[in-house]
T-cell receptor, first 110, second 118 residues
Framework: DAKTTQPTSMDCAEGRAANLPCNHS???????VYWYRQIHSQGPQYIIH???NNETNEMASLIITEDRKSSTLILPHATLRDTAVYYC???????????FGKGTRLHILP | GAVVSQHPSRVICKSGTSVKIECRSL??????MFWYRQFPKQSLMLMAT?????????EQGVEKDKFLINHASLTLSTLTVTSAHPEDSSFYIC??????????????FGDGTRLSIL
C-alpha cells in the first residue's frame, strides 16, 4: 500500500474548522483514501473515505486533489471531543488490510 | 452502523497464563477480521488476518504459535495469547469489514482489550 505523510500534531480552536492534510504522492489508481481517528484508549473510529471525488458525511468532508496525491480532512466545527489522533490511510481494494502510520495528533483548544 | 464488539475490555493475569480475546461482529457477517496490537504512544501494528474457516495469515515477525487465531464463524474471531509474559502486555484491537474482500467498505474496529501481564 502507498505510504502517507501527515503532520505530527496540529492545534485548532474550538468552533473553528479543523483542516488535516495528508500527502499520498505514490497512490495508484485503485487505491482509496480512508480517514480514521483514535480517541485515547479506544479503538479507531471510521470517519470517511473516497477515491477521487470529494465526499461529505455527518462527521466530516474529504477533499481530494485532482491528481490524487494529497487530501484534506475537514471537521467543520471542531469541539473538544474531536481531540484525537487522526490517521490518513491509503488502501487498495485488492487487499482489505489497513496499515496505520503515525497519524496527526489534533488538539482542540477551548 | 456496523458494530464490532471485543471482550474482555481489560484483563490482568499472571505470567505464564493463556488469555483469550473475543471479537464479534454484532450486526453483520465478516469473512475476514484483523488483529492489531498497540503499545503506549505508538500506532496500531497489524498482527494477523483472520479468515473464516481457514488459517490466519500472520504479518512478518508475529509468532503464530504465540498468538493463536480462530475464526470459526462469520461473526466471531478469537485471539489467544499463549503463555503470556510481561512483554505481551499491550492494547489488542480487532476490526472487521461488512463487505466482501475487494470492495471499498471500511473496516470497523472494536474498543480494544487492554492486557496486563504481571
Amino acid at each position: 500500500d502507498a505510504k502517507t505523510t501527515q503532520p505530527t500534531s496540529m492545534d485548532c480552536a474550538e468552533g473553528r474548522a479543523a483542516n488535516l492534510p495528508c500527502n499520498h504522492s505514490t497512490i495508484s489508481g485503485n487505491e482509496y483514501v480512508y480517514w480514521y481517528r483514535q480517541i485515547h484508549s479506544q479503538g479507531p473510529q471510521y470517519i470517511i473515505h473516497g477515491l477521487k471525488n470529494n465526499e461529505t458525511n455527518e462527521m466530516a468532508s474529504l477533499i481530494i486533489t485532482e491528481d490524487r496525491k494529497s487530501s484534506t480532512l475537514i471537521l467543520p466545527h471542531a469541539t473538544l471531543r474531536d481531540t484525537a489522533v487522526y490517521y490518513c490511510i491509503v488502501r487498495s481494494n485488492r487487499d482489505d488490510k489497513i496499515i496505520f502510520g503515525k497519524g496527526t495528533r489534533l488538539h482542540i483548544l477551548p | 452502523g456496523a458494530v464490532v464488539s471485543q471482550h474482555p475490555s481489560r484483563v490482568i493475569c499472571k505470567s505464564g497464563t493463556s488469555v483469550k480475546i473475543e471479537c464479534r461482529s454484532l450486526d453483520f457477517q465478516a469473512t475476514t477480521m484483523f488483529w492489531y496490537r498497540q503499545f503506549p504512544k505508538q500506532s496500531l501494528m497489524l498482527m494477523a488476518t483472520s479468515n473464516e474457516g481457514s488459517k490466519a495469515t500472520y504479518e512478518q515477525g508475529v509468532e503464530k504459535d504465540k498468538f493463536l487465531i480462530n475464526h470459526a464463524s462469520l461473526t466471531l474471531s478469537t485471539l489467544t495469547v499463549t503463555s503470556a509474559h510481561p512483554e505481551d502486555s499491550s492494547f489488542y484491537i480487532c476490526s472487521a469489514s461488512k463487505g466482501w474482500p475487494g470492495g471499498d467498505q471500511p473496516q470497523h474496529f472494536g474498543d480494544g482489550t487492554r492486557l496486563s501481564i504481571l
